[in-house]
């Protein structure tokens, strides 16, 4: 067994490492190091849920954005989006379709529209919790002050994911305009948790700049905050954004990272992303097989689906049939994993 196969099985037991241990360890991983970290992770992941995978119905609601990040493709400067804003009837409809196929968890997620504000979105939240009282709702609209998301959850969501981006605050200085601030996606978080959300923070893999001290800082950052969920995925460059000639991230190192946080964190509700579907046929099962057990496909109405479009070729396919009947479920079985009709909260 060689150094990083030793560091791995360290987390593996305690549940973290030194930030020294982190270091050496992303300075010098090997494939078979992945593969190592895989087989334990999933060892790890089998013993928490066995082989449920968790799923989500994802509803794109809104691809109108106000903030310019310089990696996405509906920041506010791309005058060649499409811009989208579904009606509270639309989105009412794609829950109900959703819960027929067979989803307890609706995730809600958009640009930071100004025009779905919490005006409109309290509302939506309060029918959709009297309609689908069984079902976890998921928020997924950006940055809001604690009162707001306060209200937000009281309204009914019980989960809302606001991805860090990057644990280094000079990092999310390249990576966004001037006006957004590292501190406030911190503090977001922290007020996330106070209002009782199960909060997802997470980072986008090979990000432009991204250095192995960043990746560091990443384990570390997610360690101390203790989220209830992860998520994770390659940066993919979209041809409308200053990073157009950017690489995209690397799916081994996703995979790395997916096995990683899962040792660190055994309870972490962690996705197979559409970004890794996106960059690698099967990308989801290699997730799974990695240590993933989430996997939240796109209900959201056919016609906007392609306008949602946060890096090029963004893998677009759906579900329109029961979970049950879905050709997932068949891959999900090809390799030895079940789909579960259940909210799959944390800690269920
Ligand atoms: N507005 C909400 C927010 O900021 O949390 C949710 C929508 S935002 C578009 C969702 C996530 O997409 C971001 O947190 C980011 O990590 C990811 N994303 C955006 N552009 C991307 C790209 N080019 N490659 C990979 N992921 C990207």
Request: glycine share 8%; aromatic share 10%; hydrophobic share 35%.
């Amino acid at each position: 067994m060689n150094d990083n196969q030793k560091r791995i099985l360290r987390l593996k037991q305690e549940h973290a490492l030194p930030q020294e241990e982190w270091f050496a360890l992303f300075s010098s991983w090997t494939p078979d190091d992945r593969e190592f970290a895989a087989v334990h992770a999933k060892e790890i992941a089998q013993k928490k849920f066995g082989n449920r995978i968790y799923v989500r119905g994802l509803i794109e609601f809104s691809n109108y954005c106000k903030n310019d990040c310089l990696y996405c493709g509906i920041r506010r400067s791309n005058a060649n989006a499409e811009r989208y804003r579904l009606t509270e009837d639309t989105i009412l409809e794609c829950c109900h379709a959703g819960y027929q196929y067979g989803f307890r968890t609706f995730v809600l997620q958009s640009g930071e529209d100004g025009a779905y504000g919490p005006e409109k979105l309290i509302p939506l939240l309060k029918k959709i919790r009297q309609t689908y009282p069984d079902c976890a709702i998921t928020l997924s609209a950006g940055e809001y002050s604690y009162e707001t998301y306060q209200a937000f959850f009281d309204a009914g969501a019980t989960r809302y994911l606001l991805r860090h981006e990057t644990a280094d605050p000079c990092h999310y200085a390249k990576l966004h305009p001037e006006k957004m601030s590292w501190e406030k996606r911190i503090q977001c978080l922290h007020d996330l948790k106070k209002a009782g959300f199960q909060t997802g923070c997470g980072f986008m893999v090979g990000s432009p700049f991204q250095t192995v001290e960043h990746l560091v800082k990443e384990m570390l950052f997610i360690h101390d905050f203790q989220p209830e969920m992860v998520g994770i995925g390659p940066f993919i460059p979209h041809k409308d954004t200053p990073f157009r000639n950017e690489k995209s991230g690397s799916v081994e190192l996703t995979l790395f990272l997916l096995s990683l946080l899962r040792l660190q964190q055994p309870d972490l509700l962690l996705p197979a992303t559409t970004a890794l579907e996106t960059l690698e046929h099967q990308g989801r099962e290699k997730g799974i097989l990695a240590g993933a057990n989430v996997i939240m496909p796109n209900i959201s109405p056919d016609d906007v689906r392609k306008k949602y479009l946060l890096y090029d070729n963004k893998f677009n396919g759906g579900l329109k049939e029961n979970i049950l009947d879905s050709p997932l479920r068949k891959q999900m079985q090809k390799i030895g994993y079940e789909i579960v009709i259940d909210r799959g909260d944390h800690g269920a």
